[in-house]
């Protein structure tokens, strides 16, 4: 479906008055979608569909995915999770994954960041590059 520039902008605009504080307000967001339902403007399912497409964004650069080959220790874990406080801010929902294709090392994934330190994606490295 092709978007106007009204409706993203809408959708934009809905999307600013749901945020408090730099973090999404669910409840707002709820708000949000019932009051546009109910008054039904032009153009509201595409403002509506722009407007989800904003909150998945939003969650996906809000929550980080770390796999590793084993379980991480505690210490690893808070180490981990300080670091990307520091660089993406507080209130990151992290999900920690064991994932043994890794072989070794970690990879990180925020949004649309990945930083891969596995020893996985180093040998795809060196074969890309033979």
């Known amino acids: 479906m092709k978007l106007s520039k009204q409706a993203r902008r809408d959708a934009r605009e809905l999307f ?20 546009v339902v109910q008054k039904r403007p032009r153009g509201y399912i595409a403002i509506l569909s722009h407007f989800e497409r904003l909150i998945r964004l939003e969650v996906a650069r809000r929550t980080a995915t770390i796999e590793s080959a084993t379980a991480l220790p505690p210490q690893a874990q808070a180490e ?4 990307l406080a520091r660089h993406y801010g507080a209130g990151l929902a992290l999900q920690f994954m064991e994932n043994p294709a890794l072989i070794g090392g970690v ?3 925020v949004g649309g960041d990945v930083y891969n330190g596995s020893v996985q994606g180093r040998l795809a490295l060196l074969q890309q590059n033979a």
Do not use: G
């Not at 600013?16 to 009051?35: F, G």
């Not at 981990?80 to 670091?83: F, G, K, L, M, T």
């Open 16 to 35: 600013r008055t749901c945020m408090v504080r730099d973090a999404l307000d669910e409840s707002r967001a709820r708000q949000a979608v019932a009051s």
């Open 80 to 83: 981990i999770q300080a670091n």
């Open 107 to 109: 990879r990180i994934q």
